[in-house]
């Protein structure tokens, strides 16, 4: 599902980010991507969705070859990828329900079926019941539902999410990752990248860790 092989990722100020990276993420696997803060596990995550490109090496998505990828091809392999991002990304100015309806107006859905579908998420979220009110009327543990469900609403292959439990309380933080193993069962590959090793511990998931750009040996199952 996703590959990365010897992959290296220099920026501008020459540091890598990623260094010689080989790591095989099957479908269906839930997987943790842990690391300090710039260890680069954002740089990984932008990799999966094409955000970046590999200065080395190769990255390939569900068959797609991201460094070769033209740009007009990107819109569609992102179709099949839900992210999760740490700042949420939602749209003051609209209610719930149009923040998760948005991405499907790239598919040409109707307005009646991007409705559907996302009445549908927020239920699976817990959140059907606010789908009128806007994101500042949300709690930070409700809008990162708001979140998921937006990523979700395309039904992914791939759902990827960037420290997702870094502002929640432990009730929620345990909500959230109850969610992500409810949707990996859907058969959906689950990647989440937090520095919150309490939460790695209490779930019985894979373990990437990064350190300075490099996968440590011993990657491996929990």
Same mark, same amino acid.
């Given at each position: 599902?996703?590959?990365?092989?010897?992959?290296?990722?220099?920026?501008?100020?020459?540091?890598? #980010?990623? %260094?010689?990276?080989?790591? /095989?993420?099957?479908?269906?696997?839930?997987?943790?991507?842990?690391?300090?803060?710039?260890?680069?596990?954002?740089?990984?995550?932008?990799?999966?969705?094409?955000?970046?490109?590999?200065?080395?090496?190769?990255?390939?998505?569900?068959? /797609?070859?991201?460094?070769?990828?033209?740009?007009?091809?990107?819109?569609?392999?992102?179709?099949?990828?839900?992210?999760?991002?740490? %700042?949420?990304?939602?749209?003051?100015?609209?209610?719930?329900?149009?923040?998760?309806?948005?991405?499907?107006?790239?598919?040409?859905?109707?307005? #009646?079926?991007?409705?559907?579908?996302?009445?549908?998420?927020?239920?699976?979220?817990?959140?059907?019941?606010?789908?009128?009110?806007?994101?500042?009327?949300?709690?930070?543990?409700?809008?990162?539902?708001?979140?998921?469900?937006? #990523?979700?609403?395309?039904?992914?292959?791939?759902?990827?999410? %960037?420290?997702?439990?870094?502002?929640?309380?432990?009730?929620?933080?345990? /909500?959230?990752?109850?969610?992500?193993?409810?949707?990996?069962?859907?058969?959906?590959?689950?990647?989440?990248?937090? /520095?919150?090793?309490?939460?790695?511990?209490?779930?019985?998931?894979?373990?990437?860790?990064?350190?300075?750009?490099?996968?440590? #040996?011993?990657?491996?199952?929990?």
């Amino acid at each position: 599902m996703i590959r990365f092989d010897e992959v290296t990722k220099v920026y501008d100020d020459r540091i890598a #980010a990623l %260094d010689d990276v080989n790591v /095989h993420v099957k479908k269906g696997e839930f997987a943790f991507l842990t690391g300090p803060s710039g260890a680069g596990k954002t740089t990984f995550l932008k990799m999966i969705y094409a955000a970046e490109r590999p200065t080395s090496g190769t990255v390939t998505v569900a068959g /797609h070859d991201i460094g070769r990828m033209r740009r007009r091809q990107v819109p569609y392999l992102r179709r099949r990828i839900g992210v999760v991002f740490q %700042d949420f990304r939602l749209l003051g100015d609209r209610p719930v329900l149009e923040n998760v309806m948005l991405p499907m107006t790239i598919l040409g859905l109707s307005p #009646a079926e991007r409705r559907r579908r996302a009445l549908q998420v927020l239920s699976v979220v817990g959140l059907g019941q606010r789908k009128d009110d806007r994101p500042d009327e949300l709690s930070g543990g409700e809008q990162q539902r708001v979140a998921i469900a937006r #990523a979700i609403a395309l039904d992914p292959v791939v759902l990827l999410a %960037d420290e997702p439990t870094g502002n929640l309380d432990p009730t929620l933080t345990e /909500h959230i990752m109850k969610l992500f193993r409810a949707i990996n069962a859907r058969g959906t590959s689950v990647i989440v990248a937090t /520095h919150d090793y309490e939460v790695v511990r209490r779930t019985e998931a894979r373990v990437i860790k990064i350190i300075r750009g490099r996968v440590e #040996a011993g990657e491996a199952a929990r």
